[in-house]
């Protein structure tokens, strides 16, 4: 698959509303920001590219990652878990549809996965 990007001019609209939930940073931690995501339409890749865009890319994402510097003085077992992180750091907490044959709205929630969740407690404790 090719990379997708913003575009005015071509492309199909794609809309992502979204609200910083916490925003974590501290001398051993580099600013990571917790978001939830909205999404009025559903277009390949759309957080991922929406976010780069406005320069956030997603911690864990390989194909849409800003380039950064080594992290200095943060905190090892922080570093440790975002180094092992096997995924991207994007979860579907609630989707929906409509089901194409009884035509009623259909929705699913999940909880957030255990080594995201790890990652999570560990910055708001350092942020404390």
Known sequence: RQMMEVSQTKGKKAITNYETLEVFENKNTPTLSLLECKLETG???QI???????G??????????????????IDPSLEKSLINLKRQFLHAKTIGFVHPKKNNEMMFSSKLPEEL???LKTL?????
């Open 124 to 128: 708001r404790k350092q942020s404390k």
């Open 56 to 73: 956030n890319s997603i911690v864990g994402d390989d194909k849409y990652k800003k380039k950064f510097k080594k992290i200095k003085n």
């Open 48 to 54: 991922r590219v929406h976010m780069n865009y406005l």
């Open 117 to 119: 969740e790890i990652i």
């Open 43 to 45: 277009r390949t890749h």
